[in-house]
């Protein structure tokens, strides 16, 4: 296709800062909490969140176009990355549940944890289903043909929705539903653009892609925005919590991060999306804004890590 330029590959390296920046909006809102505790599984859980987005936004690039092959290399690599971090929280949450440090954690405290505690069972859950969309995924890089990215999809989109089905908002009415279509819609909205910066090549593949990708964006950034809302109101439990608590002064961060991307959303749309689709902008222009929106999408992806695990 035309449009093919040269300096993508130099602009794709500043997707690497989804990981200094993740953790800086871990940290940022750590610093929030002030004396609330906050676990320390929160560096952790925000990177495997950003590496189980890329699994499942990379799965997912087939259905956004049937000319689209799954990048078999990236799945694997994201998949592996998203089992070490997995593993990491399931550590640090055993350690914590023990009384120990992570360091001075043993072989046998660790499987007591694991075979005696909700939380190692369901982390052993979460593992098998990474490790299994990793091993697959080396597979369909060595024999594609054989391989479909749909069932990369199916299992990973079970192993995203395992913590939030039972986690703290569990023990409220439809809990579950939320907490897991909030972290599954928050993952493909930020997974397949991010795909998108990794693969898309060429002006023309924008100009086709774009509009489609921006088509699934509107849903899924509304899903989050309703379903993060009614899941911290329930949780804080009233507005005054807003700002006297460490979880209030997190959500409200979060909810001005989630208004940001909306609003940069929003623009967008008027901008970038209608312009692109007409093959009026070059692919580097395209790639530029695709990383800047996913960059922003890091923050809030650290910022929601810690809500998730403070008290």
């Not at 299994?132 to 199916?154: H, I, K, N």
């Not at 039972?166 to 907490?179: D, I, K, N, P, R």
């Not at 909810?255 to 940001?260: D, G, H, P, S, Y």
Request: hydrophobic letters at 55%; aromatic letters at 8%; glycine letters at 10%.
């Amino acid at each position: 296709m035309s449009g093919t330029y040269s300096g993508g590959s130099r602009l794709r390296w500043l997707l690497l800062l989804i990981v200094p920046l993740g953790l800086a909006g871990a940290g940022a809102a750590w610093l929030l909490a002030a004396g609330d505790p906050v676990q320390p599984e929160a560096p952790a859980r925000v990177l495997a969140d950003c590496a189980g987005a890329t699994v499942l936004g990379s799965a997912a690039l087939p259905r956004l176009s049937e000319r689209l092959s799954p990048p078999w290399r990236l799945l694997a690599i994201a998949a592996a990355v998203w089992a070490a971090m997995e593993f990491a929280m399931l550590a640090m949450e055993s350690a914590e549940v023990m009384g120990l440090p992570v360091t001075e954690l043993g072989a046998n405290q660790f499987g007591e944890y694991l075979t005696t505690v909700s939380g190692g069972q369901i982390g052993i859950a979460i593992l098998l289903g990474c490790g299994a969309v990793a091993a697959y995924s080396a597979f369909g890089f060595r024999s594609p043909d054989r391989a479909t990215a749909d069932l990369v999809l199916v299992f990973t989109a079970v192993t995203l929705a395992l913590r939030p089905i039972t986690g703290h908002m569990s023990q409220q009415a439809f809990g579950s539903v939320l907490g897991a279509v909030h972290a599954l819609a928050a993952a493909a909205w930020l997974g397949v653009l991010l795909a998108l910066a990794l693969t898309v090549r060429t002006r023309g593949e924008w100009a086709n892609l774009l509009p489609r990708y921006s088509r699934w964006a509107l849903p899924l950034a509304v899903t989050v925005a309703l379903t993060g809302l009614v899941n911290g109101l329930v949780r804080v439990g009233g507005v005054a919590e807003l700002a006297t608590t460490g979880y209030g002064r997190i959500l409200l961060a979060k909810t001005a991060l989630l208004l940001a991307l909306l609003a940069l959303g929003w623009w967008w749309r008027r901008t970038w999306v209608p312009v692109a689709g007409d093959h009026r902008m070059d692919a580097e222009s395209s790639l530029r804004r695709a990383i800047a929106e996913v960059l922003l999408m890091a923050v809030v992806f650290g910022v929601a890590a810690t809500l998730a695990v403070t008290a």
